[in-house]
């Protein structure tokens, strides 16, 4: 495995952090401001390849974490017959785009010249190839999932070989754009560097696959504590940490999304933030109000309105109408995500209300897909 960063390495490698001025916000920053460098990484998508996407789209996750049942200590035949089988359950379950788990963890479930393999990718064939040949035989949209700033355990860094630009990144203290939370390591949206490095794996990605579509979730800032990006707070001259924290997913939001457009505009870049949308400013600093409500940071948001009609703090329905007016005035396609997993079991954080909801009413989510589709919102998915 190779850990070449393409061609970035003098952006990588720079020490200075880019922070938005006190007076400024981040509606200030021009849509084409992270791509205006770098037009020698663009490159033509294969010819005659045109990215499938669908006006109402239904959508269904892949987690990394079900790859260690059918990847792990599988053949490349075993792995593709299972693939088969899951997307195929999935169309006929009505599902015509899949989000495929491809970055999770500061690694690759494909060929990369920048990231470590995954875990649970133990063979030598490429799984993100054989996902978009099995998902486009069936006519299913393809999107590739990433989690930007999440990266690996302390133990699976250690392991890994010391070229691995994240794990350097781990080791220099007086610039520390990767940090440990936990026992996980992190990358800093603060940092220049981390923007640039997310838009060589997206470039990576959409020069070497013919993904439909590029999808992250919610995982943003990973604490709240201020000692996390206390330094670089300082020194950006701002006040308000909360607002510069926001500023700083939206520039990483923003970097993604044009990375995205420069390649081919009729790929979609989407967004799944967490269903409360308060939460979403209290605890990650994303700014789920701007992005689905103002063009040029997604096109398509997926809020993970995982909660059940009893739930006492945030209630299906008057969550999905508050999301349907947040995006009212926008281009930005808003898709409702749904929790199948939840089906027939205890809810310990719906409240008295509706902890044993999804226990006693078996149609829950049926019933949310034909609110769903007499709602102004633009699909579902399924988790």
């Known amino acids: 495995m190779k850990f070449l960063l393409l061609l970035i390495l003098p952006l990588i490698f720079c020490s200075c952090s880019t922070h938005v001025s006190e007076n400024s916000t981040v509606s200030d920053i021009p849509a084409t401001s992270y791509v205006q460098d770098f037009e020698h990484l663009h490159m033509d998508l294969p010819e005659g390849y045109s990215p499938i996407n669908y006006s109402y789209q239904t959508g269904q996750w892949f987690p990394y974490m079900q790859y260690e049942e059918y990847m792990y200590g599988k053949s490349a035949e075993e792995f593709r017959n299972a693939v088969r089988d899951r997307f195929t359950q999935a169309k006929n379950n009505g599902i015509n785009t899949v989000y495929l788990h491809i970055h999770p963890c500061g690694d690759a479930y494909y060929e990369s010249d920048i990231f470590p393999k995954g875990v649970f990718l133990d063979g030598d064939y490429d799984p993100l190839a054989i996902m978009l040949e099995e998902a486009h035989k069936l006519g299913l949209s393809a999107h590739g999932w990433l989690n930007p700033l999440r990266c690996q355990t302390a133990?699976?860094?250690?392991?890994?070989?010391?070229?691995?630009?994240?794990?350097?990144?781990?080791?220099?203290?007086?610039?520390?754009?990767?940090?440990?939370?936990?026992?996980?390591?992190?990358?800093?949206?603060?940092?220049?560097?981390?923007?640039?490095?997310?838009?060589?794996?997206?470039?990576?990605?959409?020069?070497?696959?013919?993904?439909?579509?590029?999808?992250?979730?919610?995982?943003?800032?990973?604490?709240?504590?201020?000692?996390?990006?206390?330094?670089?707070?300082?020194?950006?001259?701002?006040?308000?940490?909360?607002?510069?924290?926001?500023?700083?997913?939206?520039?990483?939001?923003?970097?993604?999304?044009?990375?995205?457009?420069?390649?081919?505009?009729?790929?979609?870049?989407?967004?799944?933030?967490?269903?409360?949308?308060?939460?979403?400013?209290?605890?990650?600093?994303?700014?789920?109000?701007?992005?689905?409500?103002?063009?040029?940071y997604c096109d398509y948001i997926v809020p993970q309105i995982y909660f059940g009609f009893e739930n006492a703090a945030c209630p299906f329905e008057p969550t999905l109408r508050r999301w349907e007016e947040l995006r009212s005035d926008s281009p930005v396609k808003l898709i409702i995500g749904l929790a199948a997993y939840k089906q027939g079991k205890y809810d310990k954080w719906a409240g008295v209300s509706g902890e044993n909801e999804w226990i006693d009413n078996p149609d829950i989510i049926s019933r949310q897909i034909e609110l769903v589709k007499s709602s102004s919102a633009d699909g579902y998915a399924l988790y």
């Open 155 to 296: 133990q699976q860094m250690a392991e890994l070989p010391d070229d691995f630009i994240i794990k350097k990144w781990t080791e220099d203290k007086e610039h520390p754009i990767a940090k440990l939370v936990g026992d996980r390591w992190y990358l800093d949206p603060s940092y220049s560097e981390t923007n640039e490095l997310l838009r060589s794996c997206v470039t990576e990605l959409l020069e070497n696959y013919e993904l439909d579509g590029i999808h992250i979730d919610d995982y943003f800032y990973p604490t709240t504590d201020e000692n996390f990006d206390k330094a670089e707070f300082q020194k950006s001259g701002r006040t308000d940490l909360a607002q510069w924290r926001l500023s700083n997913c939206t520039r990483l939001v923003r970097t993604l999304y044009d990375s995205v457009k420069f390649h081919d505009k009729r790929i979609l870049f989407g967004i799944s933030p967490q269903g409360n949308i308060e939460a979403n400013y209290t605890s990650q600093y994303a700014d789920v109000k701007l992005w689905a409500g103002s063009e040029g």
